[in-house]
């Protein structure tokens, strides 16, 4: 249980006021009984018409300094998850949307540090602070969860608090805010120590009492931040899930995609003018044929063929087994397809023949259409559109390079020096260097990281040599267990999608081993009803190294019948 780690006594003082103005104090009502395992029913909480009476008239005095927010009041029952017309409808909530620090930047832009936090009326004493992703921007809608533990409920609608934040810059994906040296900072981590304190403060002042438990998950960058947080900021949340984190983005997982957009563009055809037409490289059909290599190759390393990689660290393959022996069919690959492959498999190095990072491990999700969207786009023309190039090229030139450099033609990258130019902001901004967490771990925090095992830009080899890492510097694999879990999902590109059981509620793990002690063992997975692959498909999540293994009978699409086995 963490503090709220801001004085709450100016924000205490303005929610009495507001109580009294709007007729507080004996009119206080007690939350109901909560179910088993949630935090004790002991939270004062106001009906629903003082629920809007608060929060319309927060504007006025917000209690944070450097602030100003706006506020609306949903009442209950009329707006449903993610503002969509059909599906779950939330509870009464209030939503304030803040600007912390608002300035003008020495690039004469305005800057601010802007979040967004939904305050529920049937509050169950957790915070959840969501991650964001790419090069942040803008606020995510604090009704779902961001792009990670897609089977878990609205946490808003269970009760949770939920906060988001742009991460101190405006304007969407852009990266063109690199330019200016404080909203840098603010991306990095001063943003997010901004959000986390105005979020725990409010929500002080909102129910009387700090939260009980604090919570973080996302995805990508969002795994980044939860990283940083466990580092930077180690007393904030008692649970942190960190999805493919990016702990090297700017300096590792970014050379990498330099690496791979020359790998292959060097072995794409060319248009009528001469010009590559990347996203030709490697067909569909290519991509089908090198899954189905894999496959053969590693598919039964986890006791059954079953259409996935389920012993994640057994898989050895070498795709030159597909090389055509003369011209190209629709059964082999050229030579220059193959030397693509194998470059982009194992990953970036310099002229030394020194590794920049990590390369990727062989998996059949390369065939799903997340993997080609990251590496070859879906252009057919000579101007690609792969996100290596429309994000990573983005961020490379305008954040990460120190100075930046927005003119830079990433097909001229060097490897042999431009990595140098990222090393300043990668001290500022990655995480893969405290492999130990020692004030994170003895802050009695627990943190879960979940990688696909075909995420095409930041390596699922990546995190889990980190997390090999902090086996070593922590004692072992079982004393690093009571505070830290790896789970790696066959089969899933980036975040999602793949032929893989992509969708699972981390959050509710991560509740229960906070809250309970239940260490997640396994979590149940599910491919979801549109997956082309096996949508009625479960297996289990198993922290690493332990993998799902089939029993020996029974169906193979049913997690029962599999255990986590080394």
């Not at 620090?101 to 020495?106: I, K, L, T, Y």
């Amino acid at each position: 249980m963490r503090a709220s780690h801001l004085s709450t006594n100016a924000s205490l003082l303005v929610l009495a006021g507001l109580l009294t103005a709007c007729g507080g104090g004996s009119d206080l009502v007690v939350a109901p009984p909560a179910d088993p395992g949630t935090p004790p029913p002991d939270i004062p909480v106001l009906t629903a018409a003082q629920s809007q009476a608060w929060c319309e008239a927060l504007p006025a005095a917000p209690g944070l300094a450097n602030t100003t927010v706006t506020t609306v009041y949903h009442p209950d029952g009329t707006r449903r998850v993610g503002n969509v017309p059909a599906g779950d409808l939330l509870p009464g909530h209030c939503v304030i949307e803040g600007k912390i620090d608002a300035r003008v930047g020495a690039d004469g832009k305005n800057y601010h540090t802007g979040f967004r936090l939904s305050l529920p009326d049937n509050f169950n004493g957790r915070f959840l602070y969501l991650g964001g992703g790419g090069n942040d921007g803008s606020l995510a809608d604090t009704s779902r969860t961001a792009g990670i533990s897609g089977a878990t409920p609205s946490p808003l609608g269970q009760g949770f608090a939920v906060v988001s934040t742009d991460a101190g810059h405006q304007g969407g994906t852009a990266a063109s805010f690199g330019a200016e040296a404080q909203a840098r900072i603010d991306h990095a981590y001063a943003a997010h120590d901004k959000t986390a304190r105005a979020a725990k403060a409010l929500i002080a002042s909102r129910y009387s009492k700090p939260a009980s438990y604090s919570y973080f998950a996302g995805c990508s960058g969002g795994g980044r931040q939860g990283m940083m947080f466990s580092q930077r900021f180690p007393d904030y949340f008692d649970g942190i899930i960190a999805g493919a984190p990016a702990m090297r983005v700017s300096s590792g997982a970014t050379v990498a995609a330099m690496w791979n957009h020359i790998k292959l563009t060097a072995a794409a055809p060319l248009d009528g003018n001469g010009a590559p037409v990347l996203s030709q490289a490697l067909s569909s059909a290519d991509m089908n044929l090198l899954g189905d290599a894999i496959l053969q190759q590693c598919d039964a390393a986890d006791g059954v063929a079953d259409g996935m990689v389920g012993n994640t660290t057994s898989c050895s393959f070498d795709p030159v087994v597909l090389q055509c022996a003369g011209a190209k069919t629709a059964t082999c690959l050229t030579a220059n397809q193959v030397g693509a492959v194998k470059d982009v498999f194992g990953g970036p190095r310099n002229s030394f023949g020194i590794a920049l990072y990590t390369g990727q491990p062989w998996d059949n999700g390369v065939r799903a259409p997340g993997w080609r969207a990251w590496t070859l786009g879906s252009s057919t023309t000579a101007t690609p559109n792969s996100a290596y190039v429309t994000l990573m090229a983005d961020a490379l030139r305008h954040e990460f390079f120190t100075p930046p450099d927005p003119g830079f033609d990433i097909l001229a990258f060097n490897f042999d020096l431009d990595p140098l130019r990222m090393e300043a902001f990668s001290q500022v901004y990655d995480t893969y260097r405290d492999t130990t967490l020692a004030a994170y771990r003895g802050s009695g925090g627990k943190l879960m990281i979940v990688h696909g095992m075909a995420d095409p830009i930041f390596s699922a080899t990546e995190s889990q040599r980190y997390y090999d890492q902090l086996v070593v510097n922590n004692g072992g694999l079982a004393a690093t267990k009571q505070f830290a879990r790896a789970f790696y999902v066959p089969g899933m590109n980036h975040c999602a999608g793949g032929p893989a059981t992509d969708s699972y509620d981390a959050i509710q793990a991560m509740v229960d081993w906070v809250e309970k002690g239940a260490a997640p063992d396994r979590i149940l997975a599910k491919a979801l009803p549109n997956n082309a692959w096996f949508p009625s498909r479960t297996r289990p999540l198993c922290p690493y190294p332990q993998f799902a293994k089939y029993k020996g009978s029974g169906s193979i699409e049913d997690a029962e019948n599999f255990t986590c086995s080394e």
